[in-house]
């Protein structure tokens, strides 16, 4: 079975900062990869994907993603933290042979706290 | 339409009711998908629709779940004899299929609580 882990319940970094949230998956072909953002009493916002190519995948906001295979992570990163950043962020992940995206899994998710 | 919409975004009903949500989804996607998200968890997969079939049902939708997307457009959730543990918010998204695109975008969800 597939699965996604967020190790850290929340991030806090300081305003203009770089920031990392990581994620480490689990799936037994090749992965797609995904993350998402949710702002309180809100719906999850698409940030970015790792479908092939690149192992660096930019995509919303500035954000970006870096594919490891070897590490089976895909940890978001930032250059320069904004406190507008602060929201829930979630990663998920499928096997590219599973089926539609009705397969995915979610993550439990990781708070990030901007400081001002 | 620039993007999926849910309604309503709240809902407080009390123990026992019946409950009704709508989702409408981005125009031209042909697949429509409900999960459920409660706190400190990710969204949990539910029910999925192509055009107006409703090809794949989780375990966690029960007998007193039910969803239809009558004209493969929009799509109804409705929830029989609500139980507490029913509260959570309810998210909808959607997606085109067979063209290569692998996400779904989701509408901002309905929450729901049961008193």
């Known amino acids: 079975a597939q699965s996604v882990a967020q190790p850290e319940d929340q991030v806090n970094v300081a305003e203009g900062n770089p920031l990392t949230v990581k994620c480490t998956y689990s799936v037994s072909g090749n992965p797609y990869l995904f993350w998402y953002v949710q702002y309180p009493n809100r719906g999850l916002q698409f940030l970015l994907k790792?479908?092939?190519?690149?192992?660096l995948v930019k995509g919303s906001y500035g954000f970006e993603a870096e594919f490891n295979k070897s590490q089976t992570s895909f940890h978001l990163k930032k250059p320069s933290a904004l406190v507008s950043d602060s929201a829930l962020y979630f990663c998920?992940?499928?096997?590219?042979?599973?089926?539609?995206?009705?397969?995915?899994?979610f993550g439990t998710g990781t708070k990030l706290q901007v400081i001002p | 339409d620039t993007g999926v919409s849910q309604d309503p975004r709240h809902k407080i009903t009390k123990r026992g009711q019946n409950v009704t949500f709508r989702c409408d989804p981005i125009s031209e996607h042909n697949r429509l998908y409900w999960y459920r998200q409660t706190l400190g968890q990710g969204p949990e997969f539910l029910t999925y629709f192509q055009n107006e079939a409703q090809l794949e049902k989780s375990r966690l939708l029960s007998d007193r779940f039910s969803a239809e997307r009558p004209k493969g457009s929009f799509s109804t959730l409705e929830i029989q004899r609500t139980e507490q543990g029913d509260s959570a918010m309810y998210l909808c998204?959607?997606?085109?299929?067979?063209?290569?695109?692998?996400?779904?975008?989701f509408g901002q969800g309905t929450r729901l609580t049961v008193v």
């Open positions: 790792y479908i092939t190519g690149d192992n």
């Open positions: 998204a959607s997606s085109l299929a067979g063209t290569g695109s692998t996400e779904a975008f």
């Open positions: 998920a992940v499928r096997d590219i042979n599973s089926g539609g995206y009705q397969k995915v899994t």
